[in-house]
């Protein structure tokens, strides 16, 4: 019994002796930091420049202290300095490691959320309103595919997999590319952050409660931790990097078919474009034309699903700054519309909503991150 006392008195000896000095390093990191941002301000170019050098390689851990200097500072060259370092870290952290996913930065900047009166396929819960977003961020430039889920959770959920889809087009083709479907807002939670473990960034969310059907989330208690980790983009988020600041009803202008998004085409040609025929399932993601952010499939696909609880009159009192939806409610929002729906269900202003368990063959997602 004694000798079992101090061997577990000597392992708590040794962890905290380790989290002080993880404390110790962070502290030290912490004021080389300032010490460099200080030093932006130099009057001799060659230490600005060396400050520089080294605040890039601190990387994601100067951000922080970057961004507080970037708003607050008074030296000129401090600020614009900073807002240079940070769009550089940002770039240098857009693909995962893990998987190979590949994200854009989206600047931080103001929107015109929701939709003109007049705009055709309107609905009366698409209230134009301002929005801010403060930071910048970084979005999946693509939809997350069945390849990538199923490296990261070991398992496909997918209906549209190469059996199904060979079987309706004749020939067999890969759809490991194809975007992920049949996942519930829960599952998609759960995947940002086993990706963000694999990564080695610290969770954004906990969770806590979990109960399964088989490998699917059926519930779960959800809370937004606040690492650096893999998350949903919220809404305005969504929105915000869609529009690429754009005013129309599509990032591409306000006319729209099946041709520019995989969706089915409108009853009417409102928009007074040649209809196709739609595939009447996902595609490949990619295979439509990018907005001017770089990011595929904002339109049709799959709809993706957000952070947010939905509310129908949510926009009447939205917060002007970073809003997050409302604090509870019983569906969660999708953005994008689908290859389920027309294609003037597809605007960037469009808003779906499910239950946060549901499984659904036309429901997808995919991630943002804030380093």
């Avoid at 931080?108 to 961020?137: C, W, Y």
């Avoid at 600041?245 to 729209?256: E, K, M, V, Y």
Wanted: proline content about 4%; charged content about 25%.
């Amino acid at each position: 019994m004694r000798f079992l006392l101090i061997f577990t008195s000597s392992i708590a000896t040794i962890l905290f002796c380790g989290e002080l000095r993880a404390q110790s390093h962070a502290d030290e990191d912490a004021l080389r930091v300032a010490v460099l941002i200080k030093q932006l301000g130099d009057e001799r170019f060659a230490a600005r420049q060396m400050a520089t050098s080294e605040l890039v390689a601190f990387g994601e851990r100067a951000l922080p202290a970057m961004r507080n200097a970037m708003s607050n500072s008074r030296d000129a060259e401090v600020r614009y300095r900073s807002e240079k370092i940070i769009g550089t870290i940002l770039h240098g952290c857009r693909k995962s490691e893990s998987t190979g996913l590949e994200m854009a930065v989206i600047e931080a900047g103001d929107l015109q959320m929701g939709s003109h009166l007049k705009e055709t396929g309107r609905r009366n819960d698409e209230l134009l309103h301002q929005v801010r977003i403060n930071q910048p961020f970084l979005l999946g430039i693509k939809e997350v595919t069945q390849g990538q889920f199923r490296r990261v959770m070991e398992f496909a959920p997918s209906h549209f997999t190469s059996e199904i889809v060979g079987k309706e087009d004749g020939i067999k083709l890969d759809t490991s590319k194809f975007p992920v479907e049949r996942v519930s807002w829960f599952d998609a939670i759960e995947f940002c952050n086993c990706l963000s473990k694999k990564d080695g960034y610290a969770l954004y969310y906990k969770m806590a409660n979990v109960h399964r059907d088989g490998k699917l989330i059926k519930r779960a208690d959800v809370a937004i931790a606040g690492g650096n980790g893999y998350r949903l983009p919220t809404e305005a988020e969504w929105e915000f990097a869609c529009r690429a600041s754009t005013n129309q009803p599509f990032h591409f202008g306000s006319r729209a078919s099946s041709r520019e998004a995989n969706a089915k085409p409108s009853p009417v040609t409102s928009y007074g474009s040649r209809q196709t025929k739609s595939l009447g399932r996902t595609a490949m993601t990619g295979s439509y034309k990018p907005n001017a952010l770089g990011l595929y499939d904002m339109h049709g696909n799959v709809a993706e699903w957000c952070w947010d609880w939905y509310a129908k009159d949510y926009y009447t009192n939205s917060p002007l700054d970073d809003p997050h939806g409302p604090d509870r409610g019983h569906h969660r929002v999708l953005r994008g519309g689908s290859w389920l729906v027309s294609v003037s269900n597809c605007r960037s202003a469009s808003r779906f909503f499910l239950a946060p368990d549901e499984h659904k063959y036309f429901a997808g997602f995919r991630v943002a991150r804030t380093p």
